[in-house]
């Protein structure tokens, strides 16, 4: 049964969620009102002119992709605007006019290599490659504060003199938002900026998947392993989503000792330390701490300042200072996430015409931060859970296999790394002594069971409300 244009975009909406912060996604996907679908022209509703402008100026690569993946790789895309002024049709509607097309062009009418398929036919001699950089990404918009000051000094060393330094690999790790992937795109930016000759790809360990199983089904894996030996500069985000892949590991371990042999640079992101990659081949592991390993951490509330005041600037807002304050003193875990509270904010304004006051913002923000994360510790955590169970706090550090203990004691180790930044090792010595792999266990079967149990799902629910009161 052919789905009709509603139907399609509620499976764009569910690709798109993946990718942009929830703020974000909330504030400037929700609102589009899917038209129709006919002729590989899909039409889309738009709230306002300043909406349509605000997608294509930042949003404008993730609908070509998600267009591409749900809709197909000739989709044409077309705006309509709803006027919000005096002209109104008889019926009381507001009258709709088409707005500009942006068409989703096939990756094939490029000239560069399609960053979305394994590259093939593989061009090794060539520097026409798409090295997928973004220059919005730079050292320029990188503030540095105490929770990045070492990355940042590293990384600017390593644009200098990529591939000769002592830190090759650079591994960077840290929780999601915090700017890793902005760090990797300035490296990235500086030595293109330096030197042009030289052949620099950013991929995601996801992307560099499925690139090597479309080489794998095509037989051309022994080209797609040339293709990256070949590459003076390669840049893998996300590395963590090589674990449970053998096969993939396998071909980027014969890559990395390869590049690093001939004193090629490679830098990579993680969301964890090496030593808490559990399920990645031991061999690749000591590899990734060959060079550099060095962790960002959450902004400190100057840092903070300091992005915030930049964004709102680039924006060209005027925001109060009880408003800016409480931004700040509030939005904690990650630069993404103020980032999409600012986003958020603009729109709702723009969209019900009101004043970004305080109101509004502790609005914006009580839907999509929680507030004081950064007050919780593991002690606090665990105390919660307990209170919540009725159980003896001394219980949950002992060796009982009961449920009505294990249980509690899994609990509090998921949440102690959602809300915390300690590691899987620190979580294990503090809830009874335990090693990594047993917090690493208990957190995926607490994962499981939220996913395929709604009554351990609504337990969980209860205690994160505990956690933020």
């Not at 096939?106 to 399609?114: E, I, L, Q, Y």
């Not at 504060?145 to 330094?165: C, F, M, Q, Y």
């Not at 929680?370 to 060796?399: P, S």
């Amino acid at each position: 049964m052919q789905k009709d244009s509603k139907q399609l975009w509620e499976d764009c909406l569910t690709v798109i969620k993946d990718i942009v912060p929830q703020a974000a996604f909330e504030a400037w996907f929700k609102p589009i009102i899917p038209l129709s679908y006919e002729e590989h022209k899909f039409t889309i509703q738009v709230p306002s002119q300043f909406f349509y402008e605000y997608l294509e100026e930042k949003y404008v690569n993730v609908l070509k992709m998600t267009l591409n993946r749900v809709f197909g790789e000739r989709t044409i895309l077309k705006y309509r605007v709803m006027v919000s002024g005096q002209t109104k049709v008889p019926n009381g509607h507001s009258i709709i006019y088409p707005g500009k097309e942006s068409k989703i062009m096939p990756p094939h009418t490029s000239n560069k290599a399609d960053a979305t398929k394994a590259p093939g036919p593989f061009k090794v001699a060539s520097q026409d490659i798409d090295s997928q950089l973004n220059p919005h990404y730079n050292f320029e918009n990188f503030f540095e504060g105490e929770s990045n000051k070492l990355v940042r000094t590293v990384s600017e060393k390593i644009a200098l003199e990529p591939g000769k330094t002592a830190f090759n690999p650079l591994f960077i790790f840290g929780s999601s938002g915090v700017g890793k992937t902005h760090i990797c795109h300035a490296i990235g930016v500086k030595i293109r900026e330096l030197y042009p000759e030289k052949r620099i790809i950013y991929v995601s360990a996801n992307l560099f998947r499925l690139q090597y199983t479309d080489a794998v089904r095509k037989n051309v894996s022994n080209d797609f392993i040339g293709y990256y030996q070949s590459i003076d500069v390669l840049i893998l985000d996300d590395v963590h989503e090589l674990i449970g892949l053998p096969k993939t590991q396998e071909i980027f371990f014969q890559i990395f000792n390869n590049l690093h042999q001939l004193r090629k640079q490679l830098v990579l992101t993680c969301d964890r330390a090496p030593v808490d990659l559990q399920g990645m081949e031991e061999r690749l592991t000591s590899r990734l701490k060959w060079g550099m390993t060095a962790q960002i951490k959450r902004p400190d509330l100057e840092l903070r300042k300091r992005i915030l005041r930049n964004k709102i600037n680039h924006e060209g807002l005027e925001i109060r200072e009880d408003v800016f304050e409480f931004i700040s003193e509030n939005v904690t875990e990650n630069v993404r996430d103020l980032e999409g509270i600012l986003v958020s904010l603009i729109a709702n304004s723009v969209i019900t015409n009101k004043e970004i006051d305080l109101t509004l913002t502790k609005q914006v923000i009580s839907q999509t931060v929680r507030l004081e994360k950064k007050q919780l510790t593991i002690k606090k955590i665990q105390e919660i859970v307990c209170r919540y169970f009725n159980l003896d706090e001394a219980l949950i550090l002992t060796k009982s296999r009961k449920r009505e203990i294990v249980q509690p004691r899994q609990i509090t180790m998921f949440l102690a790394k959602k809300y915390t930044e300690s590691s899987f090792a620190h979580i294990g010595k503090v809830v009874g002594g335990k090693d990594h792999a047993t917090v690493l266990h208990s957190c995926k079967m607490v994962k499981e069971q939220i996913e395929i149990s709604k009554s351990f799902r609504l337990t969980m629910e209860a205690i994160e409300r505990c956690l933020k009161q």
